[in-house]
């Protein structure tokens, strides 16, 4: 963030690269609509309007594909390409892209605000992606892959949410994992419900679900009674800091909690 | 460019790609400066301020050298760093850089401005660079090969020049081959005296130099009997459109105008 003139402006920048982030075989369309959703999912985690992005943009081939990609995303979420870099290279494909936002309410919501006694929310279900992913893999009708291929920035969400939240994040490397950040990042306990959670993958896929990101929900705690403009599911309350800084069904959750890249 | 508040942001991306813009087994802290400086001279050729910058870094080793570097260079510069993103992956390595600048003086310089008339002027000399990449593959005394390793933006002449210019861009990939761009951009024809041109390398040499790169020196015109507030070398007039927009001592230069990545 960065104070600019008399606003304030919301920066971002994520990079993908084939092979760790996405599949080297995969639609560059896909993958153009992804690099943005995932830009603009930081800045709506923070409820910034998008004012534009940059794009670096590795070729490989299939530019036509991914610059139609970049299109329908740009005008799904309004945010003009104000310029970027375009370069060669042999290895697997880097693309990245900064984009800027301009904050609609003051303070930004950061991870930092959560309070004891706080509700815990998430704006929709997780697991589709996963699910997603595996369809794609498995050469499945593309309508199944979609939750995966096409993730949806909840923009409108996090702009309705900034002024009712105390803390929020997206979810990007799985909930477990981001969860446990906000906590540390706030200096309390998340205490979440496994059941209270929307799945949109089977039931017996629940643990994983809860692991994968790449849904983009957005994870906030908001103070008691407030009032919410938006549809979200209760997921837990906020504890006082504990030894662990999260707990599922009152215990700290076994093993890897989500992807880090 | 993008207005912000009451303040004009100017922004601009580049990507160094390992093997294409910089030497694979190069000590990481020069990769670092030299992105920082190739970003930090693209504001300086706008007159912006640098307020801050995004980086992407790829990791493959070496992180220590590189951020050392990448301070060194953003404190030159007085350029915090505000985020970024951190990717792993295989392939050959590729960094990016984000950077913002406020607009010190509006109109922003760019590169159409070029009137029938004005002069054209370099603020130092072309072919540093060239010879320091040979002294470096050479292996020669660190210290010859400076003018590659570690470019200087023209930051401080770039914001003293903006009020006094009618276009300015950064030498980055041959002075001819930008001075075409401006040209064209401009819809004038730019004729430069071969001579008059500053050399940073032998005589003999001079043809490449003005092909080369990576020297950042600033390219610009400016009206006749403007006061210029920095050093420069005045190398040529801005013609009325004719059939060629370059001419090298009257006549359009032979074979590759430059470097393009």
Chains 1, 2 share one sequence.
């Not at 009712?164 to 446990?180: K, N, P, Q, R």
Request: charged residues 15%.
């Amino acid at each position: 963030m960065l104070p600019f003139g008399d606003e304030l402006l919301v920066l971002t920048h994520d990079t993908m690269v084939a092979g760790v982030h996405f599949l080297p075989e995969q639609d560059p369309a896909d993958v153009a609509w992804k690099l943005v959703a995932t830009n603009i999912s930081d800045l709506a985690a923070k409820g910034a309007q998008p004012v534009g992005v940059l794009l670096s943009y590795q070729l490989t081939g299939g530019e036509e594909r991914f610059l139609s990609g970049l299109r329908e995303a740009l005008a799904a979420y309004g945010a003009p390409l104000l310029g970027g870099d375009t370069v060669g290279g042999a290895g697997p494909q880097v693309v990245g892209l900064t984009a800027l936002g301009r904050a609609t309410h003051r303070p930004v919501p950061g991870r930092d605000g959560a309070r004891a006694g706080d509700g815990i929310y998430l704006t929709g279900a997780l697991g589709g992606a996963m699910v997603g992913l595996e369809a794609l893999r498995a050469g499945a009708d593309p309508a199944l892959s979609l939750a995966y291929r096409r993730p949806q920035a909840r923009l409108t969400e996090g702009i309705a949410l900034a002024p009712h939240v105390s803390a929020m994040m997206d979810v990007s490397d799985g909930l477990l994992l981001d969860a446990t950040r906000l906590a540390r990042a706030s200096g309390v306990t998340l205490s979440l419900s496994a059941a209270a959670i929307p799945l949109a993958a089977p039931e017996h896929r629940r643990a994983e679900a809860l692991r994968w990101g790449d849904d983009y929900q957005l994870l906030f705690t908001a103070a008691p009674g407030a009032t919410l403009p938006v549809p979200a599911a209760r997921i837990g309350t906020v504890l006082p800091a504990a030894e662990a800084p999260l707990l599922l069904d009152g215990t700290p959750p076994d093993g890897a909690l989500g992807y880090t890249h």
